[in-house]
Every structure is written in C-alpha cells, then in structure tokens.
C-alpha cells in the first residue's frame, strides 16, 4: 500500500509520514477521510486541517483489497475488527490470542478478550496500570489508543455471549 501511494503521488515526498498517509491516517483504505481522496474535499477543511494534495490521484481508497481463502476443517473462527486493534497486536498475535482464549474459555467472548489485552497493553506502554487507563475519558484516551472494534464469528457454531462491558 505505502508503495501505491508513492508510486501514484512522485511528486510528493510528504505523501506517507511516519506511516501514516500525509501523516495523518494510519489506513490506506477507508469509506470516510474524503479529504484524502479528492482535492475539492481537502479545499473544504478548515485552513489548519487541510492537507498539501499534489496532483489528482487519491491518496486513499474505498476500494477493498480481497483476499479468497477455501475454508477448511482447520478454520475456526473469522476475526473483524477496525485498524485500532492492529497497533498493538499483530496478525498472528490476534489468531494465537483467540485460539488460547476459545480453548481456557470456551463459553467467554473472545472479541472482549482482545479488546481488554489492547488496553493492557496500551497502558503498559503509557507506563500504568489497565484501571488508570480505563479512568481516562474516552475521548482523551485517543492519545493512548485508536478506537477500536472487534469480532469474532465462530465457523464452528458457538455462539459467544457478550459481557455487554463496555471499556
């Protein structure tokens, strides 16, 4: 993606900074951030939101990247969740995190589960505790932590209660 962006935006050196599009957005494909997708939507923010946009390609698309995968015996879950999650897991963090969890739980919510070790982990990287993190407002957490949704469609049948605990 980082490569697409440069390739369609030479003449801009700003275009991914810090990794993020224009230094701003973490994702390379989204339905919202209309500023990084067309000129005219930039030109409309406030003079201190808007963007430098070189040229007339997006920077972003709603276009998803598909993946097809044939299901198979060994697949057991499906996990969805927005970008938040990915700061501080990784792919195979997430899978290893909800096999352990499904196995030691299998009546829990694994989605619930993944939600609560991102704030650990969150926390542990601010220097406190999960509870200090958890007394942060929501809205000044976004510092600590993007926000973040997640779930976990079994394709074994089980279905999860939700604690209905909302972090």
Not at 11 to 37: E, M, P, S
Not at 40 to 59: C, Q, S, W
Not at 106 to 120: C, F, K, N
Request: glycine share 6%; charged share 30%.
């Amino acid at each position: 993606e980082v490569q697409r962006i440069k390739r369609e935006h030479p003449d801009d050196d700003q275009c991914i900074v810090n990794d993020r599009v224009k230094g701003r957005l973490k994702v390379t494909r989204a339905f919202g951030a209309g500023y990084l997708k067309q000129a005219k939507l930039n030109n409309g923010l406030l003079e201190m939101f808007r963007n430098e946009y070189i040229g007339d390609a997006p920077y972003i698309s709603c276009i998803p990247s598909l993946c097809h995968h044939k299901l198979t015996s060994r697949d057991q879950f499906l996990v969805l969740s927005s970008d938040g999650l990915y700061q501080y897991l990784s792919n195979e963090e997430v899978v290893l995190h909800v096999e352990n969890f499904m196995e030691r739980f299998p009546e829990g919510d694994p989605a619930q589960s993944l939600i609560e070790e991102l704030l650990s982990r969150a926390a542990k990287k601010a220097g406190m505790d999960f509870y200090e993190l958890l007394d942060i407002p929501q809205g000044d957490r976004r510092k600590y932590h993007d926000d973040v949704t997640v779930m976990v469609v079994s394709l074994e049948g089980r279905i999860w209660k939700s604690s209905g605990t909302y972090v």
